[in-house]
């Protein structure tokens, strides 16, 4: 699929959010209530998330930063609190109701921004459903996903099945955690510090060792913040791939084999980790990522990644590709 609309030329950061205010209450179920405005400052349940609201409700601020920070375009979608997975049958309204205003929102930035829309992970026909109308939005390149739902990756059942929809749809896929609660993470900010990267690693494990790939040839799929720790675990995925008929059943090909057809940003915060991941991974299929607006993203994203040796062409180029983006501005 081909994005509809002009995209700005430059490099595309494809890791962003944006939520109007009118959603702030979030999908139904979400154990932490809402989102909220105190005092202009954005709060998740009782948790301040230290920084302004506008940043993530006001469109005009993205462009504004997107623009300061010298990016082409931004890919944006929902915080990962806004993924509809605690009530997911009660939450059709506010998917539609969220990708009606992103789709009014990227239209009007220009060419600045593309977005990303929210779908229901577990029903493969409200899927459809939700990705057929994404399909003719104007401006709309794919949809962002959670790497987890109770359990359940996109090894096998309704999770994988969504993958395949979004394949024969020529939707790009982004993975972004959701700070998964566990007793021993509850101080220091471990929820997000371990628990994000565990929850991407897990789930691209479960992709390369379930043959996902070798049986969607044609996904276009993005796993955030690096990929976690999935390019440090590789050659132990590997080992136990030759090692063990349990590890290799699902799968014909070896871990690095696939690898090298999944994408990942670079939101890596280490200079070292990024050279790691851009050793494991191939070329074509690194993204810059920012995270923009949260307290952990990469405030200068273009800069860290042209002062680390990435190439300014390339990575427009893999960002086009990834996104359905035709080539030009």
Same mark, same amino acid.
């Given at each position: 699929?081909? =994005?509809?609309?002009?995209?700005?030329?430059?490099? &595309?950061?494809?890791?962003?959010?944006?939520?109007?205010?009118?959603?702030?209450?979030?999908?139904?179920?979400?154990?932490?209530?809402? *989102? %909220?405005?105190?005092?202009?400052?954005?709060?998740?349940? /009782?948790?301040?998330?230290? @920084?302004?609201?506008?940043?993530?409700?006001?469109?005009?601020? =993205?462009?504004?930063?997107?623009?300061?920070?010298?990016?082409?375009?931004?890919?944006? +979608?929902?915080?990962?609190?806004?993924f509809p997975v605690f009530?997911?049958?009660?939450?059709?309204?506010?998917?539609?109701?969220?990708?009606?205003?992103?789709?009014?929102?990227?239209? %009007?930035?220009?060419?600045?921004?593309?977005?990303?829309g929210l779908i229901r992970? /577990?029903?493969?026909?409200?899927?459809?459903?939700?990705?057929?109308?994404?399909?003719?939005?104007?401006? &709309?390149?794919?949809?962002?996903?959670?790497?987890?739902?109770?359990?359940?990756?996109?090894?096998?059942?309704?999770?994988?099945?969504?993958? #395949?929809?979004? #394949?024969?749809?020529?939707?790009?896929?982004?993975?972004?955690? *959701?700070?998964?609660?566990?007793?021993?993470?509850?101080?220091?900010?471990?929820?997000?510090? &371990?628990?994000?990267?565990?929850?991407?690693?897990?789930?691209?494990?479960? *992709?390369?060792?379930?043959?996902?790939?070798?049986?969607?040839?044609?996904?276009?799929?993005? @796993?955030?913040?690096?990929?976690?720790?999935?390019?440090?675990?590789?050659?132990?995925?590997?080992?136990?791939?030759?090692?063990?008929?349990?590890?290799?059943?699902?799968? %014909?090909?070896?871990?690095?084999? %696939? @690898?090298?057809?999944?994408?990942?940003?670079? &939101?890596?915060?280490?200079?070292?980790?990024?050279? !790691?991941?851009?050793?494991?991974?191939?070329?074509?299929?690194?993204?810059?990522?920012?995270?923009?607006?949260?307290? *952990?993203?990469?405030?200068?994203?273009?800069?860290? !990644?042209?002062?680390?040796?990435?190439? #300014?062409?390339?990575?427009?180029?893999?960002?086009? =590709?990834?996104l359905g983006i035709e +080539?030009?501005?």
């Open positions: 699929m081909a =994005v509809k609309g002009t995209v700005r030329a430059g490099i &595309i950061d494809v890791h962003a959010h944006w939520l109007p205010r009118e959603l702030l209450s979030l999908p139904p179920g979400f154990p932490l209530g809402g *989102m %909220s405005d105190r005092d202009g400052e954005l709060y998740l349940g /009782d948790n301040s998330l230290f @920084f302004p609201t506008t940043a993530m409700t006001d469109i005009e601020m =993205v462009v504004a930063d997107t623009l300061k920070v010298g990016l082409g375009a931004r890919a944006v +979608s929902a915080p990962p609190f806004a009530a997911p049958s009660e939450a059709d309204d506010y998917v539609s109701a969220y990708n009606d205003q992103l789709a009014t929102a990227v239209s %009007s930035s220009d060419g600045t921004l593309v977005g990303l992970v /577990d029903d493969v026909d409200a899927a459809r459903r939700e990705m057929t109308r994404l399909m003719a939005m104007e401006g &709309i390149a794919g949809i962002a996903v959670p790497p987890l739902v109770q359990g359940h990756s996109y090894d096998d059942g309704v999770m994988r099945q969504v993958l #395949a929809v979004a #394949a024969d749809a020529g939707l790009a896929v982004l993975v972004h955690p *959701m700070q998964l609660p566990r007793p021993e993470w509850k101080n220091h900010y471990l929820v997000n510090l &371990i628990g994000n990267p565990v929850e991407t690693t897990t789930a691209v494990a479960s *992709m390369l060792l379930d043959g996902v790939m070798e049986e969607l040839p044609e996904l276009r799929i993005c @796993f955030v913040h690096g990929g976690g720790c999935a390019p440090s675990l590789l050659g132990r995925w590997q080992h136990g791939w030759r090692a063990r008929p349990d590890v290799r059943q699902g799968s %014909s090909r070896p871990p690095t084999n %696939s @690898f090298a057809h999944l994408y990942f940003d670079t &939101i890596t915060h280490d200079p070292e980790v990024l050279r !790691l991941l851009t050793a494991q991974a191939a070329p074509d299929r690194i993204l810059c990522g920012s995270d923009y607006p949260f307290d *952990m993203a990469q405030p200068d994203p273009v800069r860290y !990644l042209l002062d680390n040796g990435l190439d #300014a062409v390339t990575l427009e180029r893999n960002g086009r =590709v990834f +080539s030009g501005g």
